[in-house]
């Protein structure tokens, strides 16, 4: 049998994988499993692996990490390709493919029609609360529908990151345990908010090259440029509150029962707001709407329009 895992989705990629690995016997696994680096494989070594014989087991497992993704066109792939066709019934050959990878290679295109093809892609909406709520259960606790709206925003969507989080969410509440929205807050870090004040740092330094990076960084996370709009408007609105309430002598931690913000936004919000002015707040903030809005009504692409408002800011 050969299989191809592929896809972002990592945490689910590894778990089927732990599936497939079962038919040997994990104290045989070190006499009936091979893992190979697909960047520099080569074809005798793949041959020698699969065509050795099961050892007191009746399959043996070659595992091999990322070779789509590196392998050229030429005599070596097409040689592969027809060593594929004979792979021996003992063995299972499965390919595993942690980064993205051209869909125009040929062995690809091959093992489409042959292999069990698996695509592991992050889940989305409905169907990923539903995982987180079942994740949660797994793990002998319960999470409120809100909570569990609230993790995704804060940790996002990766499989793997939720899954931490979750067991660390699952210990603080015990066996049978409720995670609630306010529990969630309590414990998980907003990585997105921490990316935001990194990118809001650059802004404030006016250091255009780093905060093009920062913004880039953002969508590559897999931000899309509206929301992203909506969160440098929230953060701007905060570096209004801040400054006006700091101006009133007001302690970080009464400006922050104010604002209905954690303790730790204000004191970051405090070190971001001596770079700007209120005119300046006022002004960035008022640009940022004109943004939102010339985007959703299609007069601008979001993307651009984050680009020239970081230029706009560092003087560029």
Not at 25 to 31: E, N
Request: hydrophobic fraction near 45%; charge should be neutral; aromatic fraction near 6%.
């Amino acid at each position: 049998m050969i299989h191809l895992l592929y896809g972002p989705d990592e945490l689910a990629r590894s778990e089927y994988l732990a599936t497939l690995r079962v038919v040997v016997p994990p104290d045989l696994a070190d006499l009936n499993l091979t893992s190979l680096d697909g960047r520099r494989l080569k074809l005798d070594a793949l041959v020698a692996a699969c065509e050795a014989l099961p050892f007191i087991a009746e399959r043996r497992l070659v595992l091999v990490f990322d070779l789509l993704k590196h392998q050229k066109a030429g005599k070596e792939r097409d040689e592969l390709r027809t060593y594929l066709e004979r792979i021996p019934p003992t063995c299972d050959l499965i390919f595993i493919e942690t980064q993205d990878f051209d869909k125009r290679n040929a062995i690809f295109t091959y093992l489409k029609k042959v292999a069990d093809v698996r695509e592991f892609l992050p889940k989305e909406g409905a169907a990923l609360l539903n995982w987180v709520g079942e994740r949660a259960r797994d793990l002998g606790a319960s999470i409120q529908p809100a909570a569990a709206q609230r993790l995704t925003l804060l940790a996002g969507s990766e499989g793997r990151m939720l899954d931490n989080e979750l067991r660390k969410l699952a210990s603080y509440v015990g066996s049978g345990g409720r995670i609630t929205p306010q529990i969630v807050d309590r414990l998980v870090q907003d990585d997105q908010e921490q990316n935001l004040f990194a990118f809001i740092d650059e802004l404030s330094a006016r250091r255009l090259a780093a905060a093009l990076q920062s913004l880039r960084h953002l969508l590559n996370d897999g931000q899309a440029a509206t929301y992203l709009l909506f969160m440098i408007a929230r953060q701007l609105r905060i570096l209004l509150g801040v400054k006006e309430l700091a101006g009133q002598r007001m302690r970080p931690d009464e400006i922050a029962t104010q604002l209905g913000q954690k303790p730790f936004v204000v004191r970051k919000a405090l070190e971001q707001v001596r770079a700007f002015s209120d005119a300046d707040l006022v002004r960035l903030h008022d640009r940022v709407l004109e943004l939102d809005h010339a985007t959703k009504t299609g007069r601008f692409d979001a993307e651009a329009g984050l680009e020239l408002l970081v230029a706009e800011i560092c003087g560029a």
